[in-house]
């Protein structure tokens, strides 16, 4: 099916010519009033004239060591980080569409072929508009990603070791391709499983404004168990409703992410992403080691504590928390033991390390897992 413009003329299948022009200069509607405001905002007055205070930092690169021991739980943008990669050059909307035209794509709730989200891009009146966010972009397009010959992109090397990959193929869903016009994005969140991430932008500019974990972000509710978030349906209505006062706060951070730029998202962190103008990001969800080991805890305990709100793995793997910590005590045993001793130190438990894991090698072996993913159902992270 055709994108005509606009979803009313698209299921009816109208040609503009046909479509009906209804006369609203007599027309006085609040209801009416706010999505057409939120579809017309202006995104340049909320992201420009950032508070110093407020400001993202900004570095050209950092080594593992430096973001090991200061960075793991900041915020931060690199400026000459992905350069090297192969899609940094070689990636545009118009070069995809040359090649992966006829390639479907998952943009939140529907999977279309690319080139007919081109055309929902190019012509879209939408409140919110549609994301393309898709998990399996890889496997769709024939990437290779790692350090490998003929790579697309890698991980970057300052954000070292990624202890989720002693998942293997049993990990759950960790990188997405992100395309999108002008004003789409994603609401206030946080990334799924305490994980950390990068979020690299290839073509446009994106704003981040993030908040602390603890902080209670103007116009976000959360349920005492942190399972249930509410907020405005759309980033516009947020933006014209309580960014003047979330700017206002001690704890908001806020900065652009340009093309050729990675920005880090910790653990934990709220954060609200627009699109400035129609772009191509790669993104990573991702579990960093430090010296603090605060970060490792904060997965297990999320693993452990929060089991109904694990998303991204295999419905095949029923228990997320003991496939991490029977790969953890192989790979990294003094890792495993420090990091659950945190976690149960910051939840008041007195869990021993043996008794989490397992005493002997017959309970460690106990697990049964398989390989796969389970479900079309992308988050967002």
Sequence with gaps: MDWRGSWRSTVLQLDSDKEAKVDCSNVFSDVLHRPFACSNIELEKFASKIPKMNQIRRFE??????????????????TKCIQDWPVNSEWTIDSLLAKYADVEFRAEAVDWKFSQYCEYMKRNRDESPLYLFD??????????VGHMEGAAYWRPDCFGPD???????????????????????????????????????????????????????????VSSDSSEVTSPLSIAEWLLTFHAEARQMPE????????GEILHVPSGWWHLVVNLEKGIALTQNFVPQSPSLNLVSEVL?????????????????????????????????????????????????????????????????????????????????
Excluded at 168 to 196: C, Y
Excluded at 354 to 360: E, Q
Aim: proline share 6%.
């Design 252 to 259: 908001c951070v806020e900065g652009i992410c340009n093309a």
């Design 301 to 381: 305990s999320f693993l452990r504590d929060k089991p109904d709100q694990v998303s991204g793995f295999s419905r095949d793997v029923e228990d997320p928390f003991g496939l991490f910590t029977a790969r953890l005590k192989h790979e990294y045993p003094e890792v495993l033991e420090k990091a659950l001793e945190l976690a149960d130190k910051k939840n008041g438990k007195k869990r021993k390390w043996d008794t989490a894991v397992g005493r002997d090698e017959e309970q460690a072996e106990g697990f049964s897992f398989s390989f796969g993913f389970g479900g079309d159902d992308d988050e967002i992270p």
């Design 135 to 144: 998990r399996k972009f890889a496997e769709k397009m024939g990437l290779k």
């Design 163 to 221: 202890l989720f990959e002693v998942l293997g193929d049993e990990r759950p869903a960790h990188r997405w391709l992100i395309i999108g016009p002008e004003r789409s994005g994603s609401t206030f969140h946080k990334d799924p499983n305490g994980t950390s991430a990068w979020n690299a932008v290839i073509q446009g500019s994106k704003y981040w404004i993030m908040f602390p974990p603890t902080a209670q972000v103007p116009g976000v509710y």
């Design 61 to 78: 690169n950092l080594t593992y060591e430096e973001y090991a021991e200061k960075w793991t739980e900041q915020p931060f943008v690199l």
